[in-house]
């Protein structure tokens, strides 16, 4: 929670808000009770195209479409042996999962990719969701996606993949997880969103962890206080549940050592601690840590490629990837924004000294741009093929 300190020194006044930093609509049930995967998935995107602020005639459609939920079945006109639920993260949109979404397709599963309640639409609609409602809507759309195959498997990215292992521990028809950098601790300093966000009662700027331009459309770059808590709450709900509860689950892993978002270590001592079988996990560092069995090194350091590490959100998409990929249209240069609008300018002009995770900087890397796609995206596929015929 490095951003953090960025918050405090830097408070912006309450003129940087603006229409996107107020909320839709309070009502976050309307996921829970879809009543067809079908309806869900049209509801969602009326919704997504009513709440955004920043659809124009030329690019609308590219912004919906990556913002709404989506369903990818198989070709095969069968009923499906296998379904998947994916579940993106804090502050992300069902754009991050179409990646890997295409991959399980081709596997012959029936992939389903929600859309967590609050996001896709405006920061402003994260102001006062609960961890709850996330839950409520997964569990719907688990009941829903049950119905149309045999297995249901879960995957999820940061928040996202917590709250499947919440699921997966009050659910025992889930057959398998797999999970990108989760989020089971982040650091103490998160325990003070959850009283900044009451202060925004009297001030509005205390609502918020971060106020950024934006400029994402398929990621809020403004955060609030309240969803920070939140993703506490529910990791703190999922740690008692794990002290009784054992399942013995398959389990695909994939995490990088320099995560600044969420501890990566926590990860390998979860890891290390399951039973079920086949278990299989990617470890992304810069060098040569001790880790347990059955996790593998994978080098994040690529010079050839100028490539210092992998972040938080380096995982999950491809190179080719048309927004986030190697010659995608997105730079992710927020580190930057309050501390040095120089380094900002520069690494949105793709004039950065090498790719990594923020704050990540050396002598050698002075403007360092956010890694947001995995150069060894095609190896990571490969595993979980094993991994699938393991299965």
């Given at each position: 929670?490095?951003?953090?300190?960025?918050?405090?020194?830097?408070?912006?006044?309450?003129?940087?808000?603006?229409?996107?930093?107020?909320p839709?609509?309070?009502d976050?049930a309307?996921?829970?009770?879809?009543?067809?995967?079908?309806?869900?998935?049209?509801?969602?995107?009326?919704?997504?195209?009513?709440?955004r602020?920043?659809?124009?005639?030329?690019?609308?459609?590219w912004?919906i479409?990556?913002?709404?939920?989506?369903?990818f079945?198989?070709?095969?006109?069968?009923?499906?042996?296998?379904?998947?639920?994916?579940v993106?993260?804090?502050?992300?949109?069902?754009?991050?999962?179409?990646?890997?979404?295409?991959?399980?397709?081709?596997?012959?599963f029936?992939?389903?990719?929600?859309?967590?309640?609050g996001?896709?639409?405006r920061?402003?609609?994260?102001?006062?969701?609960?961890?709850?409602?996330?839950?409520a809507?997964?569990?719907r759309?688990?009941?829903?996606l049950?119905?149309?195959?045999?297995?249901?498997y879960?995957?999820?990215?940061?928040?996202?993949a917590t709250?499947?292992l919440?699921?997966s521990m009050?659910?025992?028809?889930i057959?398998?997880?797999?999970?990108?950098?989760?989020?089971l601790r982040?650091?103490a300093?998160?325990?003070?969103a959850?009283?900044?966000?009451y202060?925004?009662?009297?001030?509005?700027?205390?609502s918020?962890?971060?106020?950024?331009?934006?400029?994402?459309?398929?990621k809020?770059?403004?955060?609030?206080?309240r969803?920070?808590?939140?993703?506490?709450?529910?990791?703190?709900?999922?740690?008692?549940?794990?002290?009784?509860?054992e399942?013995?689950?398959?389990?695909?892993?994939?995490?990088?050592?320099?995560?600044?978002a969420?501890?990566s270590?926590?990860?390998?001592?979860?890891?290390?601690?399951?039973?079920?079988?086949?278990?299989r996990?990617?470890?992304?560092?810069?060098?040569?840590?001790?880790?347990?069995?059955?996790?593998?090194?994978?080098?994040?350091?690529?010079?050839?490629?100028?490539?210092?590490?992998?972040?938080?959100?380096?995982?999950?998409?491809?190179?080719?990837?048309?927004?986030?990929?190697?010659?995608?249209?997105?730079?992710?240069?927020?580190?930057?924004?309050?501390?040095?609008?120089?380094?900002?300018?520069?690494c949105k002009?793709r004039?950065?000294?090498?790719?990594?995770?923020m704050?990540?900087?050396?002598?050698?890397?002075?403007?360092?741009?956010?890694?947001t796609?995995?150069?060894?995206?095609?190896e990571?596929?490969?595993?979980?093929k094993?991994?699938?015929?393991e299965?």
């Amino acid at each position: 929670m490095i951003h953090f300190w960025n918050f405090l020194r830097t408070l912006p006044i309450a003129h940087e808000l603006s229409e996107r930093h107020r909320p839709y609509a309070d009502d976050n049930a309307f996921q829970a009770h879809a009543g067809s995967i079908e309806a869900y998935l049209d509801a969602c995107r009326r919704r997504v195209e009513a709440a955004r602020t920043d659809l124009d005639e030329k690019r609308a459609a590219w912004i919906i479409d990556g913002n709404s939920p989506f369903a990818f079945k198989p070709e095969s006109n069968d009923r499906p042996r296998r379904g998947i639920l994916m579940v993106h993260g804090l502050s992300d949109s069902p754009f991050m999962m179409r990646d890997l979404g295409r991959f399980f397709q081709q596997q012959g599963f029936y992939v389903l990719a929600m859309q967590l309640p609050g996001h896709g639409t405006r920061p402003g609609d994260l102001l006062k969701v609960r961890w709850q409602d996330w839950a409520a809507a997964h569990q719907r759309l688990l009941e829903l996606l049950a119905a149309e195959v045999d297995e249901v498997y879960l995957l999820g990215f940061s928040a996202g993949a917590t709250l499947n292992l919440y699921q997966s521990m009050r659910n025992n028809t889930i057959k398998g997880l797999f999970m990108f950098a989760p989020a089971l601790r982040i650091s103490a300093m998160a325990r003070l969103a959850g009283p900044l966000s009451y202060f925004g009662k009297w001030w509005q700027r205390f609502s918020w962890f971060e106020l950024q331009p934006d400029s994402d459309c398929f990621k809020y770059e403004s955060l609030t206080n309240r969803a920070i808590h939140e993703v506490y709450e529910m990791i703190k709900v999922v740690r008692r549940l794990a002290s009784r509860v054992e399942r013995r689950l398959p389990v695909f892993v994939a995490a990088s050592e320099n995560d600044v978002a969420v501890d990566s270590r926590a990860t390998l001592d979860w890891f290390s601690r399951q039973r079920g079988r086949p278990k299989r996990m990617l470890y992304y560092s810069t060098g040569h840590p001790e880790v347990p069995e059955k996790v593998t090194l994978v080098p994040a350091h690529l010079p050839d490629q100028n490539i210092k590490s992998f972040s938080h959100m380096a995982l999950m998409q491809s190179p080719s990837n048309p927004h986030y990929g190697e010659q995608g249209e997105h730079c992710f240069c927020t580190h930057y924004y309050h501390l040095d609008p120089a380094r900002y300018r520069r690494c949105k002009a793709r004039q950065e000294d090498c790719l990594g995770e923020m704050f990540d900087e050396s002598a050698d890397c002075e403007v360092i741009r956010r890694l947001t796609y995995n150069p060894l995206f095609e190896e990571l596929l490969a595993e979980i093929k094993v991994f699938l015929d393991e299965l």
